[in-house]
C-alpha cells in the first residue's frame, strides 16, 4: 500500500483483544512494507558498517606503500557512500510510508467503529479519551510501526558485523561479540521504570487536556457566574503537575541516553587497549586495530535504534491499549440486521417501561429524573446505555391506545415490560481486553433488554443504517458542526420538510437575522456558524438543531428537552410548529414543559422506570400528583396546602351548576398555583 492508494479499501477487523495484541496485529498487516523498509535498512546499515574495512584496507595500503591497493580502497569507499546514500533514501520513504499508513489503518479503523456505535461511544469512552485515540496516539502507534523495521535492520547488522569481525580478527572480534550483547541489554532494567512514568505523564495530560476543553466549553456560564478564575487555577495545577511528570520522565529517559553512551564508550576504551597490546606482540596489523577500532565506533549508530524501539514501544503500548479499548466496543446485532433494510412505520413500543407513543400522534413524556429520560431516549432510537435497567412489571390495565383517565400503565395486552435489572445493553457491549476467542468479536452481554419496537419491528433487527433512518433522536445537548447554516442542515432526508418550513417551525427568524449581518452577501444560509455553535447563545444553538432534526423528516422523532434554553413566549410558538409540521407522524418528546405538555396528544409519566399515567396535560395536573410534582415543582408542603381547595375543585365539577368553561378556569387557576 502506497500514500497516494489510500484509503484502505478494508482496513481488516483488527485484534482488539489488548494493545500489544492490537500492534502485533497491525504489523502483519503492514508485512510487505516492513520486508520492503528491512531490506533498504540493511542495505544502509551494512553500508554503513562496513566502512570501517574500507578505512582500515586504505590505512593499511598506506602503511605498505601500495598505490594500487589504495586506489582500490578508495573506489570500495565510493561504492559504500553511494549504497550508504541509496539505502538511506530510500529507508526513510519506505519507513515513513509504513508510519502514514498505519496511521491511516487506525484512523479508518476507529472512524467505522465510531459510525457504528454513534452516540454511545462518548457515553461508554471519555470524550477526552476518543479525541486523545484519534490524534496523538496514531501518531505513537505509526512511530512504533516505522521503527520496527529500522530495528530490526539494525539488530541484523550488529549480529553481522559480529560475527565478520570475530571471522576478521578473532582475538579482537570475540571482545566486541561479548561486549554488544552487554550494550544491548543494559538499559532493559530502567525501561519498566521509564514506561511507568512515561504512563503517568500521559494520563496527567490526558486529564488536563479534558479539564481544558471543559472549560472551554462552558466558558461562557463560567463567566456568567464569574466561576472562570477558578476553572483556570485548576487548570495551572493540573499543568503544573503534567510538567512535573514530564520532567520525572525525561530523567529516566536521559538516564537511558547516558547509559547508551557510557558502556559504548567503556566497550571502546577495552578495545583500543586490547588492540595496542596485540599490536605491540605483532598479532594483529595496524590496519586491523583501526579496522575493529572504527567498527566499534560505527555500531553505536545502529545501537542507538535499540533505545528508539524501546521508547517507541513504551509510548505507544498505551496509546494501542487506548485505541483497542474503542476498538473493541461491539453491538451485539450485527449492523446488517436480520431483517430486510426497509424502514417499518406504526406504534413506537418500549417493553421495558410500557411506553407506547401511537403513530402520527404527538406524545410528550415526563420523567422525575433527568437520567431517566436521557436514558429512555436513548433506547427509544435504540441506543440504550450500559446503566439502562429495566424494573417493574409493567403488567397495568390501561391500554395505551388513547386518552383516558392515564392512571393504569401504557402497556399492551400481553406484553408487559416484564422485570429486567443488571448493567447490560440490549445493543451494545464491550468486549474489553481479555483472552477472548478471536479478534475484535464481543462478549455476551451480562443483561439483554428487549428491543424497542416500531410497528411491531425490533429496532435491534434492523440495519443500523435503517433504524437510525426509521427513529432519530436529539439529545439534550446536540452538537453543531461548523460550516455554512445550509451546509448543517444539508442531511439526508425524505425531502418533504424545506429547510426553510423548519427554520419557520423552530422559530428560528431572530438567528437568521443575525446570521445575515455575519454574511457576506446578507444571505443567512451562506453565514458561517463557528465550531459546536459556540458563537451562538444556548437558545440560538437548540431551536437551530431542531430545525436540522425536522429536515430529517423521520417516521419517529424522539426530542429531549428541545426547548429547556428558550423563553416561554418562544417556546409556545415552538410547540404550536413542531404540532403542524410533524402532523402526521410520530413524534416523542421528553419534556417537563407544560407549554409543551399542554399542546401534546397524549402525556406519558415515567416514574421509577415504568410508566404510571397516561392522560392529557390538564387531567393529569389535577389527578396524579406525581405528575403535579414534577410539572409545577410543587413541594410536599405546598401538596398539602393545596390539596382542600383541589378536592373542592373536584366537588364541584361534579355539580351540575359548574360548566365547561367553570371548570377551565379552575384548571387554570390550579396551574398558575
Known amino acids: 500500500m502506497q500514500i497516494h492508494d489510500l484509503p484502505y479499501p478494508d482496513p481488516g477487523l483488527p485484534d482488539a483483544r489488548s494493545g500489544p495484541r492490537f500492534l502485533l496485529w497491525l504489523g502483519r498487516n503492514q508485512l510487505g512494507g516492513q520486508l520492503k523498509s528491512l531490506c533498504w535498512g540493511l542495505l544502509h546499515f551494512l553500508s554503513v558498517a562496513s566502512l570501517p574495512y574500507g578505512v582500515g584496507f586504505a590505512v593499511q595500503a598506506v602503511v605498505e606503500g601500495s598505490g594500487s591497493r589504495l586506489a582500490l580502497a578508495g573506489g570500495l569507499i565510493l561504492l559504500l557512500g ?46 477526552g479519551e476518543v479525541v486523545a485515540v484519534s490524534t496523538g496516539d496514531v501518531e505513537k502507534i505509526g512511530w512504533f510501526v516505522e521503527a520496527l523495521s529500522r530495528f530490526a535492520a539494525a539488530a541484523l547488522t550488529v549480529v553481522v558485523v559480529c560475527v565478520g569481525l570475530v571471522i576478521y580478527q578473532p582475538a579482537l572480534g570475540i571482545v566486541v561479540a561479548v561486549g554488544m550483547p552487554v550494550l544491548a541489554l543494559a538499559v532493559l532494567p530502567l525501561l519498566p521504570r521509564a514506561t511507568r512514568r512515561a504512563d503517568q505523564q500521559r494520563e496527567k495530560a490526558g486529564r488536563a487536556t479534558e479539564l481544558a476543553s471543559d472549560t472551554v466549553a462552558g466558558l461562557r456560564v463560567l463567566r456568567g457566574i464569574g466561576g472562570e478564575e477558578l476553572f483556570l487555577d485548576r487548570y495551572r495545577r493540573a499543568s503544573q503537575e503534567v510538567r512535573s511528570a514530564a520532567v520525572r520522565s525525561a530523567r529516566m529517559w536521559s538516564l537511558i541516553s547516558a547509559v547508551q553512551v557510557l558502556l559504548p564508550g567503556l566497550l571502546l576504551i577495552a578495545v583500543v587497549w586490547y588492540g595496542i597490546e596485540l599490536a605491540r606482540q605483532g598479532r594483529i596489523t595496524v590496519g586491523e586495530l583501526v579496522t575493529v577500532y572504527s567498527a566499534v565506533m560505527i555500531l553505536n549508530y545502529p545501537l542507538r535504534h535499540f533505545e528508539e524501539i524501546a521508547m517507541a514501544y513504551s509510548f505507544s503500548r498505551p496509546s494501542a491499549q487506548r485505541a483497542a479499548r474503542v476498538l473493541s466496543l461491539e453491538r451485539v446485532t450485527e ?36 437520567d431517566l429520560a436521557g436514558r429512555l431516549a436513548d433506547r427509544l432510537g435504540g441506543h440504550p446505555t450500559e446503566g439502562d435497567t429495566g424494573t417493574g412489571s409493567g403488567a397495568g390495565t390501561g391500554s395505551g391506545s388513547g386518552a383516558g383517565t392515564g392512571t393504569g400503565s401504557d402497556s399492551r395486552s400481553g406484553t408487559g415490560a416484564g422485570s ?20 475484535g468479536k464481543p462478549t455476551t452481554p451480562v443483561t439483554a433488554l428487549p428491543s424497542v419496537l416500531l410497528g411491531g419491528v425490533p429496532l435491534d433487527e434492523l440495519p443500523l443504517d435503517t433504524a437510525r433512518t426509521a427513529v432519530l433522536v436529539q439529545d439534550k445537548d446536540p452538537v453543531l458542526l461548523s460550516g455554512t447554516l445550509a451546509e448543517l442542515l444539508d442531511v439526508p432526508s425524505s425531502g418533504s420538510v424545506r429547510p426553510e418550513e423548519a427554520l419557520a417551525a423552530a422559530q428560528c427568524a431572530d438567528v437568521l437575522d443575525a446570521l445575515s449581518q455575519a454574511s457576506l452577501d446578507d444571505d443567512p444560509m451562506n453565514a458561517r456558524i463557528t465550531e459546536r455553535g459556540r458563537s451562538l447563545s444556548g437558545g440560538q444553538r437548540q431551536r437551530l438543531a431542531l430545525a436540522r432534526s425536522l429536515v430529517t423528516d423521520p417516521e419517529a422523532l424522539v426530542l429531549d428537552e428541545p426547548t429547556s434554553a428558550v423563553d416561554s413566549h418562544t417556546e409556545a410558538r415552538i410547540a404550536e410548529g413542531l404540532r403542524a409540521l410533524r402532523s402526521g407522524r410520530t413524534t416523542v418528546v421528553l419534556t417537563s414543559s407544560p407549554l409543551l405538555l399542554d399542546r401534546a396528544d397524549r402525556v406519558v409519566l415515567v416514574h421509577e422506570g415504568t410508566v404510571a399515567a397516561v392522560g ?51 384548571t387554570e387557576i390550579e396551574e398558575t398555583a
Do not use: F, K
Not at 337 to 363: F, H, I, Q, S
Not at 421 to 430: C, L, Q, R, T, V
Not at 626 to 636: F, G, K, N, P
Open 335 to 370: 449492523p446488517g440486521g436480520l431483517r430486510a433494510a426497509e424502514a417499518p412505520a406504526g406504534d413506537l413500543y418500549d417493553p421495558v417501561t410500557g411506553l407506547l407513543a401511537p403513530a402520527g400522534r404527538l406524545t410528550a413524556v415526563v420523567c422525575g429524573d433527568p
Open 420 to 439: 429486567a435489572s443488571g448493567s447490560g445493553s440490549d445493543s451494545e457491549s464491550d468486549s474489553g481486553s481479555g483472552s477472548g476467542s478471536g479478534p
Open 616 to 666: 392529557e396535560h390538564r387531567e393529569l395536573v389535577l389527578t396524579e400528583p406525581r405528575y403535579r410534582a414534577v410539572v409545577t415543582r410543587e413541594t410536599d408542603e405546598e401538596a398539602a396546602s393545596a390539596a382542600p381547595s383541589r378536592n373542592a375543585g373536584t366537588s364541584l365539577r361534579a355539580e351540575p351548576g359548574i360548566g365547561d368553561a367553570g371548570i377551565e378556569e379552575l
Open 82 to 127: 553511494a549504497a550508504l546514500a541509496l539505502g538511506d533514501t530510500m529507508l526513510h520513504r519506505t519507513a515513513v510510508t509504513n508510519w502514514i499508513t498505519a496511521a491511516a489503518r487506525v484512523q479508518q479503523l476507529l472512524a467505522r467503529r465510531t459510525a457504528a456505535l454513534g452516540a454511545a461511544l462518548t457515553r461508554r469512552v471519555a470524550a
